[in-house]
């Protein structure tokens, strides 16, 4: 029989007020209980602590006292720690737990502790699909684990709903991972020499937002910013900034906004060298909120560029773009 997992769930009060600096030295405290640690910035991170139980002779609720004991002491940090049997029931314990506090969910405990849980409460579930859930009268984590899956997905879509119907179940396999996500992803596209032609540039601009989008995927990442920059031919460069509504890693979305920004330059007539794709304010692709679409075009794009993905990754991520780009 497999050995029962034990994650805990931290988060580092003031985490992001303090810097990426301060984060990094509280990540330090986890690392010294366990190397799998998986980053959540700005403010949180994943445990799984299964093997080092035995190493510290302490359950997973001894050691989340000592992972808040050591961050005050060092850093005059307050964490909350939730403590469960897989990532997402350790982020709903955390949720849970006053701040300063431990939550401890046992396996035994779950179903009490989900089925009455309001549907906003399941982790990655977002106000748009709260809201179309709650007028399909499914209120409740226990009405969510009642509905067919079939259901869900016809809902929120194959993906989402899988995802929805899992959690409200308690199941969530994801490992905790200790690759540190990166902080930024980028791509450039410059021109042989100087371009006036807008549309060249916004195919080059499309170009950017397809690398970058694939990049984000691929890594499991979604961006909350788009920082796009254009080098003209005398050396100079201007660049602005978008905040998305949501974050993503879909890359029609992406792209509206990178065009938004383009608009806004009054490029017509320059001499452009390149373009300069920058994706900030980055979060796991999990910890961002599942939003049903309702829009049967809008799913037909994302199941589409899920394909797509799979021939990348077997084939090269220049093997397929958008007929726009031929």
Do not use: K
Not at 196 to 207: G, S
Not at 210 to 229: C, D, F
Not at 286 to 304: H, N, T, Y
């Amino acid at each position: 029989m497999a050995e029962q997992r034990h994650v805990l769930r931290v988060h580092f009060h003031g985490a992001d007020e303090s810097g990426a600096e301060r984060y990094e030295e509280l990540l330090g405290v986890l690392h010294q209980i366990t190397p799998r640690v998986q980053a959540l910035p700005p403010t949180d991170a994943d445990c799984d602590v299964t093997g080092a139980r035995q190493f510290f002779g302490r359950d997973a609720v001894g050691l989340g006292h000592l992972v808040r004991l050591r961050a005050a002491a060092l850093f005059g940090a307050l964490a909350t720690v939730g403590s469960a049997p897989n990532r997402s029931l350790a982020a709903m314990a955390c949720a849970a737990a006053p701040p300063g506090g431990i939550v401890h969910l046992d396996p035994a405990d779950v179903e009490g502790l989900l089925r009455p849980r309001p549907v906003a409460a399941l982790p990655g579930v977002g106000p748009v699909a709260v809201r179309e859930l709650s007028r399909l009268g499914l209120r409740t984590v226990g009405a969510l684990a009642d509905t067919p899956v079939g259901t869900l997905q016809r809902i929120l879509g194959r993906a989402q709903g899988r995802l929805v119907h899992d959690r409200s179940r308690g199941f969530d396999p994801r490992p905790v991972t200790a690759e540190a996500p990166a902080r930024t992803v980028a791509e450039e596209h410059g021109f042989p020499r100087d371009e006036l032609d807008p549309a060249r540039h916004q195919r080059a601009v499309r170009t950017v937002v397809e690398q970058v989008a694939w990049r984000l995927r691929t890594e499991q990442q979604v961006a909350g910013r788009l920082e796009l920059t254009v080098r003209y031919a005398d050396g100079s460069t201007t660049t602005r900034a978008r905040t998305l509504a949501e974050p993503t890693a879909h890359a029609p979305v992406l792209a509206r906004a990178a065009y938004g920004i383009y608009d806004s330059l009054g490029l017509q007539r320059a001499r452009v060298r390149g373009v300069h794709l920058r994706a900030g304010q980055l979060i796991p692709a999990e910890r961002a909120p599942v939003q049903g679409s309702f829009d049967r075009a809008a799913e037909g794009a994302r199941a589409l560029e899920e394909v797509a993905d799979r021939a990348r990754a077997r084939w090269g991520p220049g093997i397929i773009r958008p007929a726009r780009l031929g």
